[in-house]
């Protein structure tokens, strides 16, 4: 089995250190294939700094989750799930047009998306 994480899950799991961080590790454990868009690792980087505000935590520690994390989530380069992307904006312009590339993947791969 496989699934597709929306970058959400992650900042809300660093943020608020719930057990989603340990439901991640949870999932890897079970050798679910944890997947996310190269873009979700770029939009968490652009992110850093609020989330090491509101999470409390110093950036080597919040790098070095991350290192951890990336390592038990497979990042899937925009190549993979290009021609999906229209298709996809088309379904994300409705709610959040940020979900496109997370939903092209999941139409690519025929994956549940979870956010």
Same mark, same amino acid.
């Given at each position: ?5 929306? &970058?959400? !899950?992650?900042?809300s ?5 719930s &057990?989603t961080l ?5 999932? $890897? ?6 997947l ?16 090491e505000?509101y ?6 520690e919040l ?15 925009k190549?993979?799930? !290009? ?5 996809? $904006? ?11 590339p997370? !939903? ?6 025929? &994956?549940? $998306?979870?956010?």
């Open positions: 089995m496989r699934v597709i994480l929306d &970058t959400n !899950i992650i900042i799991g660093l943020v608020k250190r &057990t340990f439901r991640i590790i949870d999932f $890897y454990r079970q050798n679910v294939e944890l996310i868009p190269e873009y979700a690792k770029e939009e968490i980087y652009e992110k850093i700094n609020k989330i505000k999470s409390k935590l110093s950036r080597n790098d070095y989750i991350l290192s951890i994390l990336f390592r038990l989530i497979k990042i899937i380069p190549d993979v799930f !290009i021609e999906s992307l229209r298709q996809a $904006y088309e379904i994300a312009k409705n709610f959040d047009k940020d979900d496109a997370f !939903i092209a993947l999941a139409l690519k791969l025929n &994956t549940p $998306y979870l956010d």
